[in-house]
Every structure is written in C-alpha cells, then in structure tokens.
C-alpha cells in the first residue's frame, strides 16, 4: 500500500516536472525564435557591408547620440525631482505621480501627436516659437524631445522608488554632523542608490533607443537628421531589406548588452543591500 501510494506521488511529481519543463521551453521558444531568425538571415559578408553602408552609419550615430543627451537630460532633471518628490509630501502628489507614470501606458503614436500639437508650428506652444523662427518639429531636437517623454519614467519611477526605500537615519545621521543637504546627498544618499540609478539609467538609454512611434509622428523619418535606427528599419521595408536585418541585429546586440548590464546592477544593489 505505501509502495502503491510512493508511486503515485513519484509519477504525478514527474508529471509536474515534464509540464513545467515543457511549458519554460515552449514560452522561451516562441520569445527567442523570432530573434534568431534575423541572424539566420544574414550572412556576416553582408552584414559587415551594410554596416559600412552610409545610411546605415547615419541612423546608428544618431541614435546613439540623441539618446545619450536624452539620458544625460533625464538623470541630471530627474534625479533631484524624484529626490523631492519622494521626500515632501504635498497637494496633488498622488495625481503627479500618475502623470508621470502615464507615458509608460500611451501608446507611442498617441505621445507623438500629443507633442506634435504642442510644439508644432501651429501648436499651442509652436505657434509663439515659430513667430521668433524657433522650429522644434521634425528635427533633431524633437528626437530628443520624443526620447525622453517616452523614456523619463523609467528612471523617475526607479529613481523615486530607491529613495522612498532608503531609511532617512543615514541622512539623518549624517545631518547632525554638520553636513550640508547637498553634501548629504552627494556622500550618503547617492552612494547608496547608486546602483539601483545606474540600472534605471541603462533602462531609460535603452528605451530612448528603441523609440519609434513617437518619434516618427513628432520628428519625422528624414535621413541624417531625425531617422534613428528603428525609423531606419522601417524605411528598409521599402529599400534594402538587408539594411533593415543589419540594424535590427544590432539593436539585438544592444538591447541584449543593456538587459545584461541591468542584471548586473540589480545584483550589485541586492549584495550591497
């Protein structure tokens, strides 16, 4: 009888082992399998030649470079806000806390015509800048503009979240000793959220990068000047398809790279922690 039952357990635990091990196969399968594809459908002779493709070489610049100044305007902005955000409490905080998490919910076109009807050339707010021939629509700085509307709460939640946590007495402490709030800041609060920041802040380049839909609505698709890598993909769909696999591979490669560096700053936070 306790042989019998023995049994039952071993094969009904077998059971669960096989259907768990099926169902991790399955979902990773489906989410990796699109992924591979692309670099099955290159070879390297051609990869590397439309690496070296002028356009190409336009599209990753200007991406790189508008979403480093956009993580640059987001992390030296937001940082002292989530700071004070986080630790005075105020009318209204509740209703700006939702206001700035709601970019991560609209759709990107949505956002897009939202800056296009703000800062447009008949805009609410473009109409009054394009009378001192102050342009922002489709051109470089509405990149960065779209960047970071999209991209902003990924740091100012992580951001605001790490020093909602953060117990005040080390700052507290710190205080009685005669140091400064910026001091304070700058030796005790930073130091300890550093880590977690960093992780906020590779997250934020990494979506600034990838930015598309608000980005095509409010800059534009014009090469050299507001076609980012995405936009480039898109644009390939009616030209060189190979150039489209070539840039989706490295956006592949980079947002791979940044959800590595994430890992690792999150693992750093928990051992500090």
């Known amino acids: 009888m306790i042989r019998s039952v023995l049994r039952s357990e071993e094969y009904r635990r077998t059971l669960t082992y096989i259907g768990a091990a099926m169902l991790i196969i399955s979902v990773t399968l489906y989410l990796t399998l699109p992924i591979v594809a692309l670099f099955f459908r290159t070879t390297p ?74 800062y447009g050339r008949a805009g609410l707010v473009g109409q009054y800048l394009n009378v001192f021939g102050i342009t922002l629509a489709f051109t470089t700085l ?58 906020g802040a590779v997250m934020t380049f990494g979506r600034a990068l990838g930015e598309f839909g608000a980005t095509i609505m409010f800059a534009g698709n014009l090469p050299g000047v507001t076609q980012t890598m995405p936009l480039a993909v898109y644009g390939a769909l009616q030209g060189d398809f190979n150039n489209g696999i070539t840039i989706s591979i490295l956006l592949v490669i980079i947002s791979f790279a940044i959800m590595i560096a994430v890992r690792f700053f999150a693992r750093g936070k928990v051992q500090d922690a």
């Open 45 to 118: 002779e051609l990869f590397f030649s439309s690496l070296s493709n002028p356009e190409v070489q336009k599209a990753l610049w200007l991406s790189l470079v508008t979403s480093v100044i956009s993580l640059c305007i987001v992390v030296l902005v937001g940082t002292p806000f989530a700071f004070a955000h986080s630790r005075y409490t105020y009318p209204g905080k509740m209703i700006v806390d939702t206001l700035i998490d709601l970019p991560l919910v609209l759709p990107p076109a949505v956002a897009g015509l939202a800056l296009l009807v703000l």
């Open 142 to 199: 509405a990149v960065i503009m779209a960047q970071i509307f999209v991209a902003s709460p990924f740091y100012l939640r992580q951001a605001k979240s790490l020093f909602e946590q953060l117990d005040p007495a080390y700052e507290q402490t710190a205080r009685t000793l005669g140091a400064s709030p910026l001091r304070v800041f700058a030796t005790v609060t930073f130091p300890l959220t550093a880590s977690g920041l960093l992780s």
